[in-house]
């Protein structure tokens, strides 16, 4: 019984421009257009757009939307300020997560959170169940288009094309003008570890800013990228992906996001917070390593790994690195056998590749 | 599109048999499934394969793909040169991107393969 594939504001100009399109969460998403390294490459060196508009978008606002948040999240919420946004999660009383997301301020009483495409439904339940009165929650995926730009060269691609003083957006913050004439946020994010921007447009001027975007950028060196590149270009940066890396049955602290669970006092108690304060002080029992091979060989995600020739783990995300020219991927293994420069073993389909723990980020982009 | 003096297999191997040996690799439609090619493992010289055996392995960025044997034969030549570039696998599978130069040892498995025409209805089968 396949369920019938959803398609972005953008499905027609993928198919124009010959993208090879797959199903992803549900969606009928673009995975490449002139090639998966091509594509890789011109994000690291000039530029590359992406289509995100199967992400999910919630509005919490209210009188109460703040003490919701903090309520819901692991990360202080009370540090934001207008037009800044922030890495979090949706953590369970376990100290796993139901998702991770980005919460964007846009004023004391209204905020904006990006969810993962797949767990739009299931976060939607979950905080709906936890709403108190004094806060609207509404789901506003499908209110907005979403375009990834991203690259060194994404700033000077989008700027003729709005009004907002580009430079003074800072990284994770954003702001609310108009791109192309149409109303947008336009915000410093991205998944990919270089600069960049994300665009929040009405779905029905999609096409024509992706078009412009496009025609403004291709001089420049950008390409459109699909899915296929943004895994690599994320892994690389050691960005987690929900589902693959972490899910309800780890930790936060043993997926490595300690730096988004806060314990300040502000903050105050949220789910998850016992277990995280716990882990956070004592250490969890395990927790996730980038590794690269030092054999011929590509880990993928689900291949046993290997300590002292035992299977001790399994690899969540592996990839060959466009940028990096080699193989890497990330585990979970004991914290006591987590140390950079431990040796294992990648069980590639029934051969032994040997691979080393690694400090990560893989790639970090030259900061100017 | 697809060279007529050329065998094919339903798995996507070619093989172009002169002179007694047969070159041996993918076809473009295979290589545009897979992406971006960057690893390819191949036997060693002097294997004997049977029609339908695996003989070796290519992987893109992305995936995964066996390569099967379209003839019964024996392995005389490796292209040592495409698993230091298998990118090549890309540009040009249908030349400088042979794999293997093999023997065949049974006439019978090549008589069975496709010609150019047959395996162009069966690409357009496929992608439906």
Redesign the interface.
């Known amino acids: 019984m396949a369920e019938k594939l959803r398609t972005t504001p953008l499905y027609e100009v993928h198919r124009e421009s010959g993208a090879?399109m797959v199903p992803f969460g549900g969606w009928d998403m673009p995975?490449?257009y002139s090639?998966?390294?091509?594509e890789h490459m011109a994000v690291r060196t000039a530029a590359g757009l992406f289509d995100v508009s199967h992400m999910g978008q919630l509005e919490v606002e209210g009188e109460g939307a703040l003490a919701f948040l903090q309520r819901v999240t692991s990360n202080d919420v009370a540090k934001l300020v207008d037009g800044q946004a922030q890495y979090s999660s949706l953590p369970l009383p376990s100290g796993c997560p139901v998702d991770d997301i980005i919460v964007y301020r846009r004023s004391e009483r209204r905020y904006l959170i990006v969810v993962n495409a797949s767990n739009t439904e299931k976060d939607w339940t979950w905080l709906l169940a936890q709403r108190p009165a004094a806060c609207g929650l509404h789901n506003l995926s499908d209110q907005y288009a979403l375009l990834a730009l991203q690259g060194p060269r994404a700033e000077a691609i989008l700027q003729p094309l709005t009004p907002l003083p580009l430079k003074e957006i800072a990284f994770y913050h954003f702001a609310e003008g108009r791109v192309l004439g149409h109303e947008a946020i336009v915000a410093r994010t991205g998944y990919t570890g270089e600069d960049g921007f994300e665009i929040f447009l009405p779905p029905s001027v999609a096409a024509s800013v992706w078009r412009r975007l496009v025609e403004e950028g291709r001089p420049q060196g950008l390409l459109p990228a699909g899915l296929?590149a943004r895994d690599?270009l994320r892994l690389e940066a050691k960005m987690m992906l929900y589902g693959n890396d972490m899910d309800e049955t780890t930790t936060l602290i043993e997926a490595g996001l300690s730096w988004i669970v806060s314990l300040e006092e502000a903050k105050g108690d949220f789910n998850g917070r016992q277990v995280l304060a716990a882990q956070k002080k004592e250490g969890a029992p395990r927790r996730i390593v980038g590794f690269e091979t030092t054999e011929?060989?590509?880990p993928?995600h689900g291949y046993p790994v290997l300590l002292d020739g035992a299977p001790a783990s399994t690899v969540t995300s592996g990839?060959?690195a466009?940028y990096l020219q080699k193989s890497i991927g990330l585990c979970y293994l004991p914290a006591a056998r987590a140390a950079v420069g431990t040796p294992l073993a990648v069980d590639v389909?029934g051969r032994r590749v040997a691979a080393r723990v690694v400090s990560t980020p893989f790639y970090r982009r030259p900061r100017p | 599109m697809y060279p007529q003096e050329y065998r094919y297999s339903k798995d996507h191997e070619w093989i172009l048999v002169e002179s007694g040996v047969g070159r041996i690799g993918i076809t473009d439609y295979a290589q545009k499934q897979l992406g971006d090619v960057v690893f390819l493992d191949l036997p060693e010289v002097g294997r004997t394969l049977k029609a339908g055996e695996q003989f070796g392995t290519v992987e893109s960025v992305k995936a995964v793909s066996e390569l099967y044997a379209p003839v019964t034969c024996e392995v005389v030549q490796v292209n040592a040169a495409l698993v230091e570039k298998p990118e090549t696998i890309n540009k040009d599978p249908h030349g400088a991107a042979w794999m293997i130069e093999v023997r065949v040892t049974d006439p019978a498995t090549l008589e069975a393969l496709m010609d150019g025409t047959a395996y162009q209805a069966h690409v357009d089968s496929e992608a439906k």
């Open positions: 090879k995975v490449e090639g998966l390294i091509a296929g690599t011929r060989g590509i993928r990839t060959f466009p389909r």
